[in-house]
């Protein structure tokens, strides 16, 4: 049997939850998998206010309990944040220690491809399943999917707070404050929620996917984000008339005219299975040329969920082998910032005659042509839904702009793409 | 950079799908990876005739080219089928080899849990990830859930052929022969289907994850296996009416009165997401204490998943490291044989008076609760759809026989579990 000594940064939630876990079941994966783990010693800086939930284990405020510690062979880092979590793990690295992060800021930050290298040259690993989707194995998963062939696309539902805020204003039809607030109520969403509806914590995780799949670093600001904060029920309403649902998509796809990378609302066909995925839930939708379209679906965060990804990358690096060599050494071109798409644009109008036949002007005026048009019935604002042929995202931003410009449009538009799957 | 050779037993699909990708992609699996692969040797008893394929590796249709080879360090089976696989994989370990295998049948075996001890005995590690649901990494994911805490339940689409049939029976209204008959010409079935539609395969698949969910040898004939030989379009669209579909489920689920096995036709909920699992894909969906539910969907076969899934064993294996505790070496209390379902059953009846009388009476008499009942319109035999409560099994199993000896009932009946979400 194989004695393997962790040191933890950070007693949080995961921190806590994976102390719990060893406590519980140490006999258990030491008959599971080989490896007897002893969580030697905790930095936090509150460590005193934890003193239950460490049981016994050695803590202090100072990280040198765990940085200098001989015993320790695995730092596992569990801070969060750029600092100072960087520094710590450099430490760590430096001192002959391997790493496990779920620390997805840091990972997708510039730091993250310099941290990777400095593990390599050490000779050391460095895992970070915890850092996307939690409890479900992607970086597992998109590892192998990579060994041969290549990733052609990824579509991610990875934002647990926008798919249960998209999931009951779609289902109980409630209006987006009220979906905030019942995420917010059952710790879904933050007070202050921007981090998550701007798009902005699955643009992180898009940056890792996107790089493994990429072979590439790629800076969480080469990628377009938008978040969600412009769907209403309406939306969802019109979309399922039409045949579709709405979805936070993360976005890596290669395309003939170079990489696309996105983060944005997407109408989906709701026969598709990433129509299924709800609540919630994250999902990875990946097409590789060796595996075909896979789907992985399950809890993206939650203190359990996110130790039992971080205690799988713990006892693959306890195991030993080969140390695997850096991602995100390479940089890629920059990806193509203009693509086509089918769009849904929701119009909001003052309820008098002549507002189509200017709306439709602009439309004519930037060459974007019309496939459907519906007017929804009901007070001021009218809502006018559009939806165009394909057309270059950049033609329909400025056409929108000058459309929002029109006096009898009262509103901003609303404007998803359709992600044709 | 790591130099690691392999021999394959086998040059099947997936054999020289395995060789194909490591000629084609052997530098970016050594960038990847670390791991430099050669193949060194082939065994095939037609090896003569793949000449092309072989690509000039050493071939003989003596296995010894492989077994006695001292530069393989991995030997991978894709024979299939026990024997000769069984003793060439006995002689591959005791000359030090590791294995890797896709053979579910001999996995599944009483000779798995043997093997696997012999690799532990012998310090090797011995991969199967390609013995279930090909690229879907089903078998690592398990493992990943059960390190800590319990798998509670799997509920799989296993096999490919009967969820193919089932697609075009529910949404091209085709009878079951025709449907039979597309999925042969597809290459989706064998000329001999009986191994696919009778629930065989995925039994063999499901006494593997269940073996590694338990922790323990789960033998095949353990499992109760039921297939989808007498389900007809007429129950998927009467199924559809209802808001459910018909699956194929392999479940192992534990419950208070012990363990469920069970491979079945089982009518789903249309909206859960197992519900979006159509075509030849595959599907585990698993609910663990550490992770939650999950839900894995991919190809389940093919020649370049599967070698895919068996490139990433041999990658693993090629690492090093610690080896793995060998799975399978517990033998469970034999699973509880009877529960409760609801049930869906169709009578197929002449067009006369009192035949309904007649039936309910069936019912009653072994004490089952209808909780609805509904006849379709149309020629003879008379289609009469029953649902109950919750009833015991054997009870209803005894029901059907006795109902179906009735003078006024044509046709065996057709039963189907509702297995609730």
Chains 1, 2 share one sequence.
Not at 71 to 94: H, Q
Not at 401 to 411: H, S
């Amino acid at each position: 049997m194989k004695e393997v000594s962790i040191g933890i940064l950070g007693a949080g939630n995961v921190g806590r939850g994976l102390i719990e876990l060893i406590a519980r079941d140490g006999e258990a994966i030491a008959a599971r998998t080989g490896i007897r783990l002893k969580v030697a010693a905790v930095f936090d800086r509150s460590y005193q206010k934890k003193s239950e939930a460490l049981a016994g284990v050695p803590a202090s405020d100072d990280p040198s309990i765990v940085l200098s510690n001989p015993d320790v062979s695995i730092v596992v880092e569990l801070l969060g944040g750029l600092s100072p979590a960087g520094d710590l793990i450099r430490s760590a690295l430096s001192a002959g220690k391997a790493v496990v992060t779920a620390n997805k800021a840091l990972v997708s930050s510039p730091a993250g491809p310099e941290l990777l290298k400095l593990a390599q040259d050490q000779n050391l690993n460095f895992g970070f399943e915890a850092a996307v989707a939690g409890a479900i194995p992607i970086i597992r998963t998109l590892r192998m999917h990579c060994v041969s062939g290549e990733v052609r696309s990824i579509r991610g539902i990875l934002n647990g707070t926008c798919n249960y805020m998209i999931t009951r204003m779609e289902e109980d039809g409630l209006d987006y404050d009220a979906a905030l607030r019942l995420a917010q109520e059952k710790g879904f969403a933050e007070a202050d929620p921007t981090f998550d509806v701007s798009g902005q914590d699955a643009a992180q995780k898009l940056a890792i996917l996107a790089g493994i799949a990429l072979d590439s670093y790629v800076p969480v600001d080469r990628l377009r984000v938008e978040g969600i904060e412009s769907i209403r029920p309406v939306d969802l309403k019109i979309a399922r008339r039409m045949g579709w649902v709405i979805r936070l998509l993360a976005i890596a796809r290669r395309t003939d005219a170079g990489e696309l990378l996105r983060v944005h609302p997407a109408m989906i066909q709701e026969d598709h299975i990433l129509a299924s995925v709800k609540e919630e839930r994250n999902a990875v939708f990946v097409d590789s040329t060796s595996a075909g379209p896979s789907l992985l679906v399950g809890k993206g965060a939650g203190s359990h969920p996110t130790a039992t990804a971080v205690l799988s990358d713990v006892i693959d690096l306890a195991r030993g082998g080969e140390v695997r060599p850096a991602l995100f050494q390479k940089t890629e071109p920059e990806a193509r910032a203009d693509f086509n798409y089918r769009f849904y644009v929701r119009v909001q109008t003052h309820d008098r005659p002549g507002v189509l036949a200017e709306i439709a002007t602009v439309f004519a005026d930037h060459d974007i042509s019309i496939a459907s048009f519906h007017q929804e019935e009901g007070p001021e604002p009218v809502q006018l839904v559009i939806v165009t042929h394909a057309a270059l995202e950049s033609a329909m931003f400025e056409a929108v702009a000058e459309m929002d410009r029109l006096r009898a449009v009262m509103l901003p538009s609303v404007v998803i793409r359709i992600e044709d799957l």
